[in-house]
């Protein structure tokens, strides 16, 4: 099977930084897009960055300047380093990946990890 598992949440205040990290394992044949969502209470789960495999990156308005996402292919992490960081950027925090797990087929299955909680202070 397939895990991923976050780190680097934590308690911060406004204009602070932070880095997170998600990393796969278990039988992977390869990952496609990986990205970072995040939802804020009483909100839907919002897509704050993504990156294919090919290192394209994409993100939203909210984060744009503020926010890097990264990724390490040999060891099957993604990474978002968050800078200036603000109030309203206080959510679980989840990463996604598109795995492939079949030699014979090309088929990817999203998975997601379990969450890791960023709180930002006034």
């Known amino acids: 099977q397939v895990q991923l598992v976050e780190s680097g949440g934590g308690l911060v205040q406004a204009g602070g930084s932070l880095r997170l990290s998600c990393a796969a394992s278990g039988s992977i044949v390869s990952i496609n897009a990986m990205g970072w969502y995040r939802q804020a209470p009483g909100k839907q789960r919002e897509k704050v960055a993504s990156?294919?495999?090919?290192?394209?990156?994409n993100y939203a308005d909210a984060v744009k300047g503020r926010f890097t996402i990264s990724r390490d292919n040999a060891k099957n992490t993604v990474y978002l380093q968050m800078n200036s960081l603000k109030p309203e950027d206080t959510a679980v925090y989840y990463c996604?990946?598109?795995?492939?797990?079949?030699?014979?087929?090309?088929?990817?299955?999203?998975?997601w990890g379990q969450g890791t909680q960023v709180t930002v202070s006034s």
């Open positions: 990156i294919t495999s090919d290192g394209s990156t």
């Open positions: 996604n990946s598109a795995i492939r797990l079949s030699w014979t087929t090309f088929r990817w299955t999203d998975y």
